[in-house]
């Protein structure tokens, strides 16, 4: 069976300057805004050589909207989850899902609502 992995992601915003101030406080990175017209997208830093998934805010008038119950769900993966939820709320978010434990072979996750109404999920092994 092929294997199908993640490649890119993207995460619709309705304010833009105000979704990478969000995520740049909440993950302590910097987000590199571009701007093509009608379309904006700040992408988060990726090294490839690292492996998972790039992707990027991305807002667009007609085309991207921001969904708080329903669409896919994004994993972003951290050290220990519980880090990045106690800078949600300071950030503008929500804590939906407190962390809380999987398995002891699959780790931790967490959900929060980001400052744009999107759920939003954290795994960590701690």
Not at 26 to 38: A, H, I, S
Not at 61 to 69: A, T, W
Request: hydrophobic residues 40%; glycine residues 10%.
């Amino acid at each position: 069976m092929k294997s199908v992995t993640v490649g890119w992601f993207e995460i619709p915003v309705q304010d833009m300057d105000r979704a990478i101030q969000f995520y740049e406080a909440v993950f302590e990175c910097k987000l590199n805004k571009q701007v093509m017209g009608d379309l904006q997208m700040a992408w988060f830093p990726w090294d490839e050589s690292q492996g998972g998934a790039g992707g990027s805010l991305v807002y667009h008038k007609d085309f991207y909207h921001s969904s708080r119950e329903a669409g896919p769900l994004v994993y972003f993966s951290c050290e220990d989850c519980a880090v990045e939820l106690e800078k949600v709320k300071k950030a503008g978010g929500e804590v939906m899902i407190p962390k809380r434990q999987i398995t002891p072979e699959i780790g931790f996750m967490g959900v929060f609502f980001d400052s744009e109404g999107n759920r939003i999920a954290l795994h960590s092994n701690l």
